[in-house]
């Protein structure tokens, strides 16, 4: 559930900072409240997790650690690539919007090591549609619609890692039913 809670957030984070023009002013705030109710509902269920793991009532699963050394490698090259990468951009004079661009695709292309350190294949999903959304921005701006790279790359990026992060959250606090000695979901999630 901590990966879940850092999606919500920077889900969160990514559809607040970029919700704003073009689109219409109703539709930023509608935007912006429906992502903080997202984050804030994870952190809920964080916190309700918490609460099942130490009453026993959530089933049983093997402790992970959350931060290997491949995860801190993982993070240390993603901010090194986002720094450097927003400063080449500057310097050679891209706008200011592309920024987030440039942000989707090194947070999406930052999963892949993620998910070999972790031996988690689910990551590179996020890996491969924040990095396509990325990419979009990229060519929305080549397209001259500037304005739209925010909302292509940043709002729809934070909104699909909100919907991916609330998804996961709910499934993990569904109770397991034993059956033929197996623990299953017990809904359709």
């Given at each position: ?85 927003i400063?080449?951009l ?15 695709l ?27 959304l ?23 990026s ?10 996961v ?15 299953r ?5």
């Amino acid at each position: 559930m901590n990966g879940m809670l850092v999606g919500a957030v920077f889900g969160a984070v990514f559809v607040v900072v970029n919700a704003g023009e073009p689109l219409d002013p109703a539709v930023v705030t509608v935007l912006r409240i429906a992502a903080i109710a997202a984050a804030a509902s994870v952190l809920v269920m964080w916190f309700l997790a918490v609460r099942q793991a130490r009453t026993g009532a959530a089933p049983s699963q093997p402790r992970r650690t959350f931060f290997t050394k491949g995860y801190w490698w993982a993070v240390i090259a993603e901010v090194i690539l986002l720094i450097g990468g927003i400063r080449v951009l500057g310097a050679m004079g891209v706008p200011a919007e592309v920024n987030v661009a440039w942000v989707a695709l090194v947070v999406g292309l930052h999963f892949v090591p993620i998910a070999i350190s972790w031996k988690e294949p689910r990551l590179y999903v996020p890996a491969a549609v924040l990095s396509l959304l990325g990419v979009a921005g990229f060519a929305v701006a080549a397209l001259g619609a500037v304005a739209w790279v925010p909302v292509v790359s940043g709002v729809l990026s934070g909104v699909i890692m909100l919907a991916a992060t609330v998804g996961v959250s709910v499934r993990g606090l569904r109770p397991a039913v034993v059956t033929s000695g197996e623990a299953r979901s017990s809904g359709p999630l």
